[in-house]
């Protein structure tokens, strides 16, 4: 295995337990996480986050994806009929078990999606080894 | 049931939609002028894959996110899953009036009331 999931996962199921169920404490995005011979490629769900306030930085092997998703204006606490999508800022970190080629680190957001390629560094991809034939 | 605000409805997939497995998206309802605003957390959803249905006064919110082909994978949260989430709304909402717009994977769709119900102000006339 490549990450460690595991905290935010326990770390979740907690606060539901905590909180009956009644509050959604979803604020460590969803991610997949997919390997080619290239690169590593990070998506994580982070609908209707403010562009300009997504962050993606890489400290030793551990990746961190950060985001805000703002509460909209205007809007008070007393018109909400129901209120389940967390605002606030929202934090993932991912342990990276490849090593990776730090200065071509790439992320777009597009449909509510995060999607970080990491490429590989040259010892982490698969090489082919030429047979001498004698 | 109240004949204006929309409700959260028990989501039963049907028969046809038996062999998905679904995610109930996150949803919010806020009053805004004249209605209802209703905003669905539909990540990865591109508007084309969105499909939203009004039957008689059941709103049907149904899209899978589409993920780009990137190799192996390894870890999933959120792969093969089509969101689906029904609410019902209140006899008051003009459903013919009804519009949406998704944007960065958020849907918001616009619930006004009929308007023969909005609330209004009367004008009273004070005699002194």
């Known amino acids: ?134 | 049931m109240n004949t204006t605000h929309p409700e959260k409805t028990c989501t039963m997939p049907t028969t046809s939609e038996a062999n998905t497995t679904w995610l109930t998206p996150s949803s919010d309802l806020t009053e805004a002028d004249g209605g209802f605003e209703l905003t669905v957390e539909l990540p990865g959803v591109t508007p084309d894959a969105l499909e939203l249905e009004i039957d008689d006064r059941t709103l049907t919110v149904k899209g899978a996110p589409r993920h780009g082909d990137y190799g192996r994978r390894f870890h999933q949260e959120l792969h093969g899953v089509t969101f689906l989430r029904r609410f019902t709304l209140g006899r008051d909402i003009a459903t013919d009036a009804i519009e949406a717009q998704l944007t960065d994977g958020v849907l918001r769709v616009r619930l006004p009331l009929r308007e023969e119900t909005r609330p209004r102000k009367i004008a009273v006339d004070v005699q002194r």
């Open chain 1, 1 to 134: 295995m490549m990450f460690d999931t595991d905290f935010h996962k326990t770390f979740n199921e907690m606060a539901r337990s905590i909180l009956g169920g009644v509050a959604e404490i979803d604020r460590s995005p969803r991610v997949n996480l997919y390997e080619n011979d290239d690169a590593v490629t990070v998506e994580a769900a982070m609908p209707g986050v403010d562009a300009g306030s997504i962050d993606v930085s890489l400290d030793g092997d551990t990746l961190t994806i950060a985001g805000e998703r703002k509460a909209p204006e205007g809007v008070d606490a007393k018109d909400y009929s129901w209120h389940e999508r967390a605002t606030g800022p929202m934090r993932r970190q991912i342990k990276l078990r490849r090593p990776v080629d730090r200065n071509a680190i790439t992320a777009t957001y597009e449909h509510g999606l995060l999607v970080v390629t990491l490429p590989k560094a040259a010892e982490a991809k698969p090489r082919k080894i030429d047979v001498q034939v004698k």
